[in-house]
């Protein structure tokens, strides 16, 4: 038995990730609130949804409140219970978006299908796309956006959401950002996510990743092609997963 790594910040996708098997949740929730009095641990929850739709997601699961909450796909930071998106971090997404360009040029692709008007957000424009398409569409309405020399990133996810987001503006970077204000090493940083919309929590630093066992096939393919020791694919699902995962980085017994 060797000795535990200190967990100073634990970071988590909700959908399909943190929310999805309520047994494993309560479990993890128990945990994390030990961890949270005992050795000071942060939580954040890093999600696609808009903050009015966490917030209803938040109630029904009864989720932990959270030390920051990430929303929008990253590009939407809220500090402890601040109701502005952080000021410094709209700053960083503000430069050379266009957003109504973006909209203009995305609307000549019959194929894209617009989201719900509330899933549509300042830094965040989302489209429904069919899996079938989209290996053909992604390309090319990348190349326009280079063209128009517009500051985007386009991230698919679960076969079927394509959003666009000012490059920089994605929920790993989000992260950076808040390891950065609050001095946290990445080594003492857990991230763990399902889908497309969380490959970025894997990419920029060396946080230790888990992978849910459920993981949809666009995150898998990544982690076949980015091996690395500090990543971790479970076996168990959702938070089941997360469970697995730190025991497997000695995080907990
Ligand atoms: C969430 C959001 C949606 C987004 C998707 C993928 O489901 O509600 O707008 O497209 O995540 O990021
Ligand atoms: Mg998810």
């Known amino acids: 038995m060797g ?66 909450l990430i929303v929008s796909v990253g590009t939407e930071i809220y500090l402890n219970a601040a109701t502005e998106n952080e000021p410094a971090w709209v700053d960083r997404l503000i430069a050379n978006w266009h957003r109504d360009r973006i909209v203009a040029i995305a609307s000549r692709f019959a194929d894209l299908e617009p989201q719900p008007p509330a899933e549509q957000r300042p830094f965040k424009v989302s489209y429904y796309l069919s899996a079938s398409v989209a290996a053909a569409v992604v390309p090319q309405l990348q190349e326009l956006l280079l063209q128009q020399d517009l500051n985007a990133e386009i991230i698919y996810s679960g076969s079927r959401d394509l959003d666009i987001l000012p490059s920089g503006g994605d929920k790993g970077q989000a992260v950076q950002f808040l390891r950065d204000r609050w001095q946290i090493d990445p080594l003492e940083t857990v991230v763990c996510g399902d889908s497309g919309n969380d490959i970025s929590l894997f990419k920029y630093g060396k946080e230790r990743g888990i992978i849910v066992g459920n993981a949809q096939s666009e995150l898998r393919l990544w982690y076949e092609l980015h091996p690395v020791n500090y990543h971790y694919l479970a076996v168990a699902e959702c938070a089941g997963g997360i469970l697995e995962g730190l025991k497997y980085f000695r995080f907990v017994e």
């Open 3 to 68: 000795l535990l790594t200190h967990l100073s910040l634990l970071v988590t996708d909700l959908d399909h990730t943190l929310v999805g098997d309520d047994r494993s949740l309560a479990q993890l929730n128990h945990l994390l609130d030990r961890y949270r009095q005992t050795y000071g641990t942060k939580i954040v929850y890093a999600t696609g949804r808009s903050k009015t739709s966490y917030q209803e997601l938040a109630i029904a699961k009864s989720l932990l409140t959270p030390d920051a």
